[in-house]
């Protein structure tokens, strides 16, 4: 809070040097990168990193104009320094939620990827699926493979698109989102009735998805 107050000062505060568009500009090209690529950005917060130097000027920047006006007298004041120290830490605790304390959904991504990534050979392919996260799945198996959505499709269309990627060499499909699987009857029997289930928690269920005629097989 603190910082984005001196950072207003700073953003619209009159330019001085000619040295200082330069940071405008960073400001300007990060802000139209995010603009473009905010799925992106979204997913993945360490795209946002670029503003923190244009930002970290903008605020000393501000720091200095309001310490130089008639109003500055008033920041040397032990009092306005406790209250400058209190807005700064007015977001730890929250941020110390962020980073000390993994939510129950992505905890179980990381746990089905570290599960795929001790099961499955070391070359394979992995089908990841999830209704919103399918490529952090994914990029916590530790394989290449496919990102795949269980929402918003046709259960045929996604029996179809399966198939293509086993006819890719797909080897193991994975997928935090078992009521989901379950509500998509027909995927769920398709999976069950032909793959045999090298894993299956309460918070995911890994496939192998070996050919049919091998498992028909191996069910006889």
């Known amino acids: 809070p603190a910082g984005a107050i001196f ?9 001085k040097q000619r040295a200082e568009v330069f940071f405008y500009v960073w400001f300007a090209s990060v802000v139209m990168f995010m603009l473009i690529f905010w799925r992106t950005a979204i997913d993945h917060s360490y795209y946002q990193l670029p503003f923190v130097l244009p930002c970290a000027f903008f605020v000393a920047k501000g720091f200095c104009r309001v310490s130089e006006s008639r109003f500055g007298h008033f920041l040397k004041r032990p009092s306005a320094i406790v209250l400058v120290v209190l807005l700064a830490l ?5 941020l110390y939620q962020g980073i000390y304390f993994i939510p129950e959904e992505s905890l179980k991504i990381l746990k089905a990827g570290r599960s795929v990534n ?3 050979e070391k070359n394979c392919l992995v089908i ?3 209704s919103t996260m399918p490529a952090q799945l994914l990029y916590y198996c530790n394989r290449k493979g496919w990102s795949f959505s269980l929402a918003d499709a046709m259960e045929s269309s996604l029996i ?3 198939e293509s990627c086993r006819r890719q060499k797909a080897a193991y499909f994975v997928t935090t ?4 699987l379950r509500r998509n009857a027909r995927l769920n029997a398709y999976l069950r ?3 045999p289930v090298s894993k299956e928690t309460e918070n995911y269920i890994i496939f192998k998805l070996i050919p049919r005629n091998s498992f028909k097989r191996i069910q006889n």
Not at 177 to 180: N, T, V
Request: hydrophobic share 60%; charged share 15%.
């Open 7 to 15: 950072f207003l000062f700073g953003f619209f505060g009159k330019i």
């Open 160 to 162: 179809e698109r399966l």
């Open 193 to 195: 009735g032909y793959f």
């Open 90 to 94: 007015a977001p730890v605790w929250h």
């Open 177 to 180: 989102e078992l009521a989901l």
């Open 128 to 130: 990841a699926a999830s």
């Open 118 to 120: 001790q099961l499955a």
